[in-house]
T-cell receptor, first 112, second 115 residues
Framework: KAGVTQTPRYLIKTRGQQVTLSCSPI?????VSWYQQTPGQGLQFLFE???????NKGNFPGRFSGRQFSNSRSEMNVSTLELGDSALYLC???????????FGPGTRLTVL | AQKITQTQPGMFVQEKEAVTLDCTYD???????LFWYKQPSSGEMIFLIY??????QNATEGRYSLNFQKARKSANLVISASQLGDSAMYFC????????????FGSGTRLLVRP
């Protein structure tokens, strides 16, 4: 079974731009979660989607948004990028959300 | 609020020896799950092992075992027969039973295996 895939793997943007990251979960998994990892803040939960519905959201500004499609693929969008948004963005999928989450390789975003 | 504490920022171990990575947690929920993940320099988080709060036995997965002491709220990861490929960051994480779908991570422990 194929694992979680994330595209793109690397991204360089400038302040003020917006970015969209994509995540394809493991086949059959309906829950997709997003995390941000930075050296200063560590791993922080962004949001979780299940069957196209956002069930939980972390403590991030409204510039961070996401969605999930009917095939369980998910996208997250960051608008008006700031330097502090530079991070590794990890997507994880699970069968139901409360079960084991399997992570993708991440998208490394650099904001200049 | 749930919290994970990993007090060892970095550790060394000799190849083929066993090593224990510490993890303590705090939660008021009686139903929770504890996870360990490995993150090599490539960045991907690799699931290693899971322990449920109601599990009677300590979890084991190959060379990984979890020393679960519920009363002390600790869930230490034991890696037996360390290999050079075990050099990585290791994260302990908790998820509560029903009301949340988010993993709360500790700050991680960087393990370096010496040949």
């Amino acid at each position: 079974k194929a694992g979680v895939t994330q595209t793109p793997r690397y991204l360089i943007k400038t302040r003020g731009q917006q970015v969209t990251l994509s995540c394809s979960p493991i086949s059959g998994h309906r829950s997709v979660s997003w995390y941000q990892q930075t050296p200063g803040q560590g791993l922080q939960f962004l949001f979780e989607y299940f069957s196209e519905t956002q069930r939980n959201k972390g403590n991030f500004p409204g510039r961070f948004s996401g969605r999930q499609f009917s095939n369980s693929r998910s996208e997250m969008n960051v608008s008006t990028l700031e330097l502090g948004d530079s991070a590794l963005y990890l997507c994880a999928s699970s069968s139901s959300g409360g079960s084991t989450q399997y992570f993708g390789p991440g998208t490394r975003l650099t904001v200049l | 609020a749930q919290k994970i504490t990993q007090t060892q920022p970095g550790m060394f171990v000799q190849e083929k020896e066993a090593v224990t990575l510490d993890c303590t947690y705090d939660t008021s929920d009686p139903s929770y799950g504890l996870f360990w993940y490995k993150q090599p320099s490539s960045g991907e988080m690799i699931f290693l092992i899971y322990q449920g709060s109601y599990d009677q036995q300590n979890a084991t997965e190959g060379r990984y075992s979890l020393n679960f002491q519920k009363a002390r709220k600790s869930a230490n990861l034991v890696i037996s027969a360390s290999q050079l490929g075990d050099s990585a960051m290791y994260f302990c994480a908790i998820i509560d039973g029903d009301s949340s779908y988010k993993l709360i991570f500790g700050s991680g422990t960087r393990l370096l295996v010496r040949p």
